[in-house]
């Protein structure tokens, strides 16, 4: 079974912080995503990446940036946290079929 | 840009009647069609897919139905039970490792 681990569940940060969201996977998949969900607006691609040290931006990229050094791991990174970046975050990643997410991380943005 | 619709955006049904989503996509290249079902507080999850080379596919309970010409498909679910409350995601993609878009999900109610 694909396993795909998140590092928090809930985070609280204050307005400017740099934050780094982190999502690790076991399953050896090339591709892996990350997504923004907010009430009424379903699931909105921040960034994915295809490949180690690859990366192409998604439909809402502004204020965000990836890393993306090794295989296993996708990091999200708030450059300078603002308060319309408190959301929950879904990582997800993909071999031949479907998307596995991982549990989430509920981000707020004080 | 590529888009995904999706209603109705709240639906309610009584407990063993049938619930239908619908969804409208824009990229006719799109060839992959994945349902999720996300309950409260927890991550989505496949439910069932259908790729564009099958008009319906059905498991159980559920079924989905594609119309490639119109851009459409749905999700059906026959004899509702409570468990089936929760939000249901359509998406399509053009390949199963290219990226999915989803449309902005169904929160399905189950009346006792």
């Known amino acids: ?110 | 840009g590529e888009n995904v619709e999706q209603h109705p955006s709240t639906l309610s049904v009584q407990e063993g009647d049938s619930a239908v989503i619908k969804c409208t996509y824009s990229d006719s290249a799109s060839n992959y069609f994945p349902w999720y079902k996300q309950e409260l507080g927890k991550r989505p999850q496949l439910i069932i897919d259908i790729r564009s080379n099958v008009g319906e596919k059905k498991d159980q309970r559920i079924a989905v139905t594609l119309n490639k010409t119109a851009k459409h498909f749905s999700l059906h679910i026959t004899e509702t039970q409570p468990e089936d409350s929760a939000v249901y995601f359509c998406a399509a993609s053009k390949g199963s490792a290219s990226k999915i878009i989803f449309g902005s999900g169904t929160r399905l109610s189950i009346r006792p």
């Not at chain 1, 591709?31 to 907010?38: A, T």
């Not at chain 1, 180690?52 to 990091?75: A, N, W």
């Open chain 1, 1 to 110: 079974d694909v396993k795909v681990t998140q590092s928090s569940r809930y985070l609280v940060k204050r307005t400017g912080e740099k934050v780094f969201l982190e999502c690790v996977q076991d399953m050896d998949h090339e591709n892996m995503f990350w997504y923004r969900q907010d009430p009424g607006l379903g699931l909105r691609l921040i960034y994915f990446s295809y490949d180690v040290k690859m990366k192409e931006k998604g439909d809402i990229p502004e204020g965000y940036s990836v890393s993306r050094e090794k295989k296993e791991r996708f990091s999200l990174i708030l450059e300078s946290a603002s308060t319309n970046q408190t959301s929950m975050y879904l990582c997800a990643t993909t071999g031949t079929g479907a998307q596995h997410f991982g549990d989430g991380t509920r981000l707020s943005i004080l």
